[in-house]
């Protein structure tokens, strides 16, 4: 069955029966093949997935040109730039996403991993160990990358999974699915291990959603839209993946020569992703000297300060809205901005009064996706670590870190901002749920 997303959909894609019919054929296809996993030793996972390392260095040129008409495509639609920044692919690029492949042939194999076990009096013998969630529906956008990262980590962990990426990258993701296809049949694996619905548009989306029992969990990763439809409509279990309003509080200790560097890293190493930096706070005390370093820093970046009132006081001067010697453009923030994921150089300021203020302010405008403190008081530290309830929460640390890559997970599928299976980067262990092994010798029960 050919499953592949195509950038010109059949007409009769276009009709609902059509397109209910090919979005639960695409389950089932998917379903029928995930068996063929749970045979497979790990040194087999691993041979596969660095064939598709190697297949996708190999096809960078096909790659690189299928990427190109979408990002022709997204030019022409006025595409923000940090949405455009996740959608391009390069070489260099396409290496890295297959050099994640590598990584994750590297890591332990999470399924039959034991978690606990024990015998009990009676003489029964108990293991709880990990094994695939089955079939693993994907909704992204504009991420390429996300493709490939999905499949790979699926595989490892016994899983087939359903793709739909989106328009934006319909003829990427069709030339990268397209190879890891092509891998899995020349492994002798089913091509289905791995398909896609993007031919089926948004609509396939919706059925996707209801294919309770062809799908046995859904990630949606994208924007706050993406997110809240898929939760708020699918009868498939769902693995929140947040926005990220993403947060450093300067305290008034901080090593501002450390502050300068890991507020530029977290708000201009790479706008258009979840980890960058959102809102910075900064304690009243350290303002006047903290913010005019910050703004001076982030000031060739052309980064764009959303500031309240005590911030403008001191980043601003004259009446042209610029800060200072800095050329870097101050407006005022809005109620809004406080709540905003803006991927772009936007940066919401606040000055707040102490470490309790900026508590209040995260646990109000907080997406439960990161935050740091930069900070060389320990009471400080331990008491923003133990009181901020995100699903990453750091000290003197850039928001960037926060990523399964970064923390040895390999590729990650997603950053859950929720509190139940799975929470923060989530790797291979996340894929998986676990079941109870019971052996017995002519057992019964009283």
């Not at 809240?228 to 009868?235: F, K, L």
């Not at 923003?384 to 390999?410: H, I, W």
Request: net charge negative.
């Amino acid at each position: 069955m050919n499953t592949t997303p195509s950038p010109d959909p059949s007409p009769a894609a276009d009709s609902a029966d059509a397109t209910r019919e090919g979005v639960l054929a695409a389950a089932r296809s998917a379903r029928a093949a995930q068996p063929a996993l749970a045979r497979l030793h790990r040194d087999r996972k691993d041979q596969v997935l660095r064939a598709m390392a190697d297949a996708l260095v190999e096809a960078a040129h096909e790659i690189v040109t299928a990427n190109a008409e979408d990002l022709e495509a997204a030019d022409r639609s006025g595409i923000e730039a940090g949405l455009r920044d996740r959608l391009a692919l390069d070489p260099q690029r396409v290496t890295a996403i297959a050099q994640q492949l590598r990584d994750a042939a590297a890591l332990p194999d999470p399924v039959g991993e034991v978690v606990r076990g024990s015998v009990l009096a009676n003489g029964l013998e108990l293991r709880q160990v990990r094994v695939p969630l089955g079939v693993v529906g994907m909704v992204y956008e504009a991420r390429p990358n996300v493709t490939v990262d999905a499949a790979g980590l699926a595989l490892k962990s016994g899983n087939a999974v359903v793709l739909r990426g989106g328009s934006a990258a319909v003829h990427s993701n069709t030339a990268l699915i397209g190879v890891l296809r092509r891998v899995l049949g020349e492994q002798g694996l089913p091509e289905d291990l791995i398909v896609g619905i993007d031919a089926f548009g948004r609509d396939g989306v919706d059925v996707l959603m209801r294919a309770r029992g062809l799908v046995d969990v859904l990630i949606p990763r994208g924007g706050a839209g993406l997110i809240r439809r898929v939760v708020e409509n699918s009868t498939v279990p769902v693995i929140e993946t947040g926005t990220g309003n993403t947060h450093v509080f300067v305290d008034a200790s901080a090593d501002l020569d450390q502050a300068e560097a890991i507020i530029e890293n977290a708000k201009t190493q790479r706008i258009g992703v979840c980890n960058a930096l959102e809102t910075l706070l900064v304690h009243r005390d350290v303002a006047a000297r903290a913010l005019p370093r910050i703004a001076r820093r982030l000031a060739p970046h052309g980064v764009t300060l959303h500031a309240d009132e005590a911030a403008r006081a001191v980043l601003t001067s004259g009446t042209d809205g610029q800060a200072g010697a800095t050329s870097l453009r101050v407006v005022p923030a809005q109620e809004s901005d406080w709540d905003t994921e803006y991927l772009d150089l936007d940066l919401a300021v606040a000055v707040v009064d102490d470490l309790d203020a900026a508590l209040e302010h995260i646990r109000a405008h907080s997406s439960g996706h990161t935050e740091s403190i930069l900070t060389r008081d320990l009471t400080s530290e331990r008491r923003f670590l133990a009181e901020v309830d995100s699903a990453v929460v750091m000290a003197n640390a850039s928001t960037r870190f926060s990523d399964g890559g970064e923390f040895g997970f390999g590729a990650e599928i997603g950053i859950s901002t929720q509190k139940l299976h799975a929470r923060g980067p989530m790797g291979l262990p996340e894929l998986t749920t676990t079941k109870w092994i019971v052996i017995g010798q002519g057992h019964v029960r009283a």
